[in-house]
């Protein structure tokens, strides 16, 4: 398995990959509404564009034998703190378990201590089943937030940081 920076160029790829996930990851969860407009949201290629080319958000895809396994993307000096924010972190539901996921977690912990920073900080639903991996992984619960994202729709999270 290798890392690849994602670019511009690899835009279609990220969002092939949420296409597959985000529903499987947010059936439970979510409304179909909800999904689509967050979705759009976060996946439209003017909103990729606009988090890889002016959030200063890097991108992160998986590869192994030709196929994208999943992606994280990630801020370093996050509100100019010595934070890494993990904005998302997504893996194809069929390579969950194998060591996807932690490699993400490792390579972006790598990157914040290259750029001297501290903590991993990320917001995760309170409903998702991914809270118990990043307790795995040496996140702990920070606090709660209630994120209003327009339509009527709310973002209940938890955020979870993890000292490095």
Not at 77 to 93: G, Q
């Amino acid at each position: 398995m290798q890392i690849i920076e994602a670019t511009t160029d690899h835009i279609y790829n990220i969002q092939v990959l949420s296409d597959i996930i985000w529903p499987v990851t947010f059936r439970e969860i979510l409304s179909q509404e909800q999904i689509a407009y967050m979705m759009d949201m976060m996946y439209s290629t003017a909103s990729l564009e606009r988090q890889m080319n002016e959030l200063n958000h890097r991108y992160l895809l998986a590869e192994e034998d030709g196929e994208y396994l999943g992606f994280v993307s990630y801020e370093v000096n996050y509100k100019d703190a010595p934070t890494t924010k993990v904005h998302k972190i997504y893996v194809l539901p069929s390579t969950q378990g194998k060591g996807v996921g932690r490699f993400f977690i490792d390579t972006v912990s790598e990157k914040a201590k290259e750029n001297n920073n501290t903590t991993l900080s990320l917001n995760v639903n309170r409903y998702n089943k991914a809270i118990d991996f990043y307790k795995r992984m040496g996140f702990d619960f920070h606090a709660t937030e209630n994120i209003d994202i327009g339509n009527g729709f709310v973002m209940e999270d938890y955020i979870m940081n993890k000292e490095l």
